[in-house]
Each structure stands twice: as structure tokens, then as C-alpha cells.
């Protein structure tokens, strides 16, 4: 039983309390900017499904923002975005080189390299996914071929169920407090030397 005074106010009334363990992370694509996202991640502690809507976020009994919520199955992971941290640096940079290769010399080799460098100003250790992407061939793009020649640290295929992207990667580091990290991988697109790729050869910016 709650009482709820008769004010024209809206009123928060608490029904359940549980806890759950929850992980801070953080993850951006520097491909599109340089802005670091945060999330939590927990897992639902009740036998029940948290409903979709609205959740307020506090940390050490601040309020720090208001984030939606997706359903969570019982049980089931759920996921928070917090905004942009700052204390996180990006800088992504490239380099593209043009070679001739091939017996003949009729292939030209168009060698993309993308460094991407990680600067944490945290105060703690944090767990970074940077997301990017690579082009790729289709099956019925004859004559054309693409090979990733080197990736510091390794990397692994980036799974999305929504809206999925082809050729996307992900790296999945860990920066400790005041450290830099640095990030690359060199791929090289071959094509025959009188062909040029839609749109120019250099395909990183």
C-alpha cells in the first residue's frame, strides 16, 4: 500500500528492487566520428520481462541522464547507452599507395592503410570496441580482388542482428588508465591497369 497525495503532480511509486551486476564499455566508429559512446551492459535479474520505456541512470545517487530501454526477456541481456565520454581520445588517420604488379605489370595494387590511435584520460581501466568497415567484391565483380595484408591488433568479423554491414570488423581492446593504443590494418584492392574503381581508387579519406 502507498499513499499518493492529490497534487496534479506525478508521483514515482517503487514496486521492485533487485540487483544485478552491471559492465561499463565503450565503443565508436571512427569512421564517422570521433565521439566515444558509453554503455552498461547487465542482466535482467527478474523472472519477469523489463518492459520498453524510459530508464533514469544514477551513479553514486547522482542522476546522470534519462536512456530508453528495450524489452529485456527474463534473464536476458540488456544494454544502456550514457552518452558521450569524454575522457576518451580518437584520431584516425591514412595512407594509400598506387602500384603496378602482375607478370606484366598489368594489375595495379591500390594499398589502403588505416591507423586509428586511442588516448584514455580515465582514471580506470576501460574496454573499448572500435568499430570499421573495409570495401568488399561481390560475386559478380570479375577482375577485381581484395586482400587484407596485415591487422595490428587482430580483429574479428563485426555481427550485427540489425541492420548488418558487409565487410565490418570490430577491435576489442582494453586501455589502461593514461595509456595510448594504437590500432591498423592495411588492405590492398587489385584491379587491372587499365581499369580505374567507380568513384577513384582511393577509397579511405
Known amino acids: 500500500r502507498v499513499d499518493v497525495p492529490s497534487d496534479d503532480q506525478f508521483h514515482s511509486v517503487p514496486v521492485l528492487d533487485r540487483d544485478t551486476a552491471t559492465s561499463l564499455s565503450y565503443v565508436l566508429v571512427p569512421r564517422e566520428a570521433t565521439d566515444v559512446f558509453r554503455f552498461v551492459r547487465f542482466v535482467n535479474p527478474l523472472e519477469a520481462a523489463l518492459p520498453e520505456g524510459p530508464a533514469d541512470i544514477y551513479a553514486g545517487g547522482d542522476f546522470l541522464l534519462t536512456t530508453p530501454l528495450h524489452t529485456v526477456a527474463p534473464g536476458g541481456d540488456a544494454e544502456l547507452g550514457l552518452g558521450v565520454e569524454e575522457a576518451i581520445k580518437v584520431a584516425r588517420n591514412t595512407r594509400f599507395a598506387e602500384n603496378k ?4 605489370g598489368g594489375d595495379l595494387n591500390l594499398e589502403h592503410e588505416i591507423i586509428i590511435e586511442l588516448t584514455s584520460h580515465l582514471s580506470k581501466l576501460a574496454a573499448v570496441e572500435v568499430r570499421e568497415r573495409i570495401p568488399t567484391v561481390r560475386d559478380d565483380e570479375k577482375g577485381i580482388q ?16 540489425r541492420r548488418p554491414i558487409e565487410g565490418g570488423h570490430r577491435w576489442c581492446v582494453k586501455i589502461q588508465p593514461g595509456a595510448k593504443q594504437e590500432l591498423k590494418v592495411t588492405y590492398q584492392v587489385s584491379i587491372a591497369a587499365k581499369n580505374q574503381l567507380a568513384g577513384g581508387n582511393r577509397r579511405e579519406q
Open 146 to 161: 581484395l586482400q587484407v595484408l596485415e591487422v595490428t591488433p587482430p580483429w574479428e568479423p563485426l555481427k550485427q542482428v
Open 101 to 104: 604488379g602482375g607478370m606484366l
